[in-house]
């Protein structure tokens, strides 16, 4: 990770939403490694929940979580795939205001060197939406592993160069 020595550490606030109609949060392995990490990193984990896959239904938690002040991003895993069920990147066009497309380019670019062509069965994406960063992972214990470790945990280090979210978070709001 190119972080920069020079810069502080700056902990931000996440809440993190596992989408699935059979999980339970006992069962909820992909969340447990993301919960886990989103802590180790040295961030607050402000909420965590668990949801059927139901569009209307994320779409509330993720308006709730946005209005909270205390939640920077959301970090969410499952409902990204190709089936009827899968709605989580419907939920999160209810509520984005730009789309950062390099998220999920990225993601099935490292997605590629562990799973093959597979990876194209992927809807992983991340928005932002007043103010709030969104990242939706699938929820594979492999995949949450790729997206945080090879990328949410240096684009949420305020300490990574060239440039990195956490620095962008004060002006997401300007016109």
Not at 36 to 51: C, F, K, N, T, W
Not at 66 to 86: F, H, Y
């Amino acid at each position: 990770m190119p972080v920069d020595p020079s810069r502080t550490f700056q902990p931000i606030n996440i809440a993190l939403l596992t989408v699935s109609d059979t999980r339970t949060l006992a069962e909820d392995t992909s969340g447990d490694i993301l919960a886990q990490r989103i802590q180790d990193a040295g961030h607050a984990l402000v909420h965590r929940a668990i949801e059927k896959d139901d569009a209307d239904v994320i779409a509330s938690v993720f308006n709730n979580w946005i209005d909270d002040p205390r939640v920077d991003a959301i970090v969410t895993t499952g409902g990204t795939g190709l089936t009827g069920r899968d709605v989580t990147p419907e939920a999160l066009d209810r509520v984005k205001d730009k789309e950062i497309p390099g998220f999920g380019e990225l993601f099935r670019w490292i997605s590629f060197k562990t799973i093959g062509t597979s990876t194209v069965q992927s809807r992983a994406m991340a928005v932002v939406a007043r103010g709030t960063y969104i990242f939706a992972l699938p929820g594979s214990n492999g995949a949450v592993k790729d997206g945080w470790d090879q990328i949410l945990a240096e684009q949420l280090d305020s300490r990574n160069r060239p440039c990195n979210f956490v620095q962008l978070m004060p002006r997401l709001l300007e016109k």
